[in-house]
């Protein structure tokens, strides 16, 4: 059990022991992890807050202005009635046209429609209910996002095996990935395939891609059943000449049927709009009947944990992507501001007087970019950087550190790093 569990048990048995005894099992595993969300907490009021996993300018958040003015566009209608469990139909098909049109070499006979979930931890947590057991195995790379470990590890009692995706010189690998297929010996094996990743920014190139694709392949011809978890939360914050489409497409291509992608995805950050909770699950698989099946025991999970998702964000969505040419030009706009801070960010900390003091990892996409800190205890340095620099990072282990430029304005960037490499100065 999770020492934050037991710490909360004994708390509840001294507190209320007749409650504690009430807990059931996941009750008692249960806990609030002590991660991004409380170090976020902590540095709530610095001045360059690089934790967030969103995308905001120093004075608000950066949104698309179509969506915030369709608060004011809709009707009764749109906002009050329940939605269905399974989202709304008109929503469910413009965003698997929006699927079809950013992955065109998907065959739309391939996949499912897509689902509404209540973004993407809720699908997360769909898949969970749906394929994991106990003991199962998940495959992670062990650069994650924390919430993983809770979802299946915590509520679902699987056993998470960890692989690394960056060699020692920081340089993204698909090898050992590869290596954990290729000796997998499982009936069954369950991974989450998270590019741009979640904490590293780093998406594969079509080779790596390849390598990853051919070596599910190879596993499920020995017979071993698949479930590819696509997490495609920031999907199409590419800035570098990357594999351009999902890694579901590349899923879906294969010819076997032992293998199911699974593609979760949503508004949260292709849209801009996290606290909107519109998310989509889809089966990457063609039999008609199959389809049909897994979407009716999807609406059973909803229908049984949230009944059903918000009706007002879904009609926002909906209403917006009716009119995507001016969505799309908004979205473009911000797109075009993050890859700036990326292309800023690149340049700075490559640079020569940075080497003492860390090692970037790999990255090409997404919110962040994580560096390996040298001499210096990653929490330690969390810690000074807020109480003497103002500034807010990550500490993902004792060694690696997550900064979000998606939160720091571009001209703050080489304040930002030559702030984080002076208070690793001041520590080593
Ligand atoms: C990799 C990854 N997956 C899923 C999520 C969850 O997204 P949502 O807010 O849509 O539940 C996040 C959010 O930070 C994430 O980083």
Not at 312 to 329: A, C, F, G, M, Y
Request: hydrophobic share 35%; charged share 25%.
């Amino acid at each position: 059990m999770n020492p934050l569990a037991l710490d909360l048990n004994e708390q509840l048995s001294k507190a209320q022991p007749q409650v504690a005894d009430m807990l059931s099992d996941l009750g008692k595993l249960m806990y609030y992890p002590k991660g991004i969300l409380s170090q976020s907490a902590e540095a709530k009021k610095t001045k360059y807050n690089a934790t967030i996993g969103m995308a905001t300018y120093s004075d608000r958040k950066m949104y698309a202005d179509s969506l915030y003015n369709a608060f004011n566009e809709l009707e009764p209608d749109d906002i009050f009635p329940y939605a269905p469990p399974q989202g709304l139909e008109e929503l469910r098909d413009l965003w698997k046209d929006k699927v079809q049109r950013d992955n065109p070499e998907l065959n739309p006979n391939d996949y499912s429609r897509p689902i509404v979930t209540n973004a993407l931890t809720h699908g997360l947590s769909l898949v969970g209910d749906m394929f994991v057991d106990t003991n199962d195995t998940i495959l992670l790379p062990n650069h994650n996002w924390g919430n993983y470990k809770l979802i299946f590890s915590t509520r679902h009692s699987a056993q998470i095996e960890t692989y690394p995706i960056f060699d020692d010189n920081g340089n993204f690998t698909t090898q050992g990935l590869v290596e954990a297929l290729d000796r997998s010996n499982q009936e069954k094996i369950f991974l989450i395939l998270n590019y741009p990743n979640n904490p590293t920014g780093y998406t594969p190139n079509k080779d790596e891609v390849k390598e990853i694709v051919n070596a599910i392949d190879r596993l499920s011809k020995r017979g071993t059943n698949v479930i590819a978890v696509v997490d495609d939360a920031y999907f199409g914050l590419f800035y570098e000449d990357v594999y351009p489409y999902s890694l579901f497409t590349a899923l879906t291509q294969l010819d076997s049927e032992h293998v199911l992608p699974i593609r979760l995805d949503g508004a949260t950050k292709e849209l801009f709009a996290w606290g909107f909770r519109v998310g989509f699950i889809t089966f990457g698989i063609s039999d008609q009947k199959a389809q049909e099946v897994l979407e009716a025991k999807i609406k059973g999970l909803i229908r049984s944990n949230i009944s059903s998702g918000p009706m007002p964000t879904q009609s926002i969505v909906k209403h917006v992507l009716e009119n995507k040419d001016q969505l799309d030009r908004e979205l473009q706009r911000n797109f075009e501001t993050l890859k700036a801070r990326y292309e800023v960010t690149k340049d700075l900390v490559y640079q020569d007087q940075y080497q003492s003091c860390w090692q970037p990892y790999d990255f090409n996409s997404g919110y962040f970019m994580a560096l390996q800190v040298k001499g210096v205890d990653a929490e330690e340095l969390r810690v000074h950087l807020i109480n003497k620099y103002s500034i807010g990072v990550v500490a993902l282990n004792d060694k690696d550190i997550r900064i979000a430029f998606s939160c720091v304005e571009k001209e703050d960037l080489q304040y930002v790093f030559d702030s984080i490499a002076q208070a690793i100065n001041d520590l080593q």
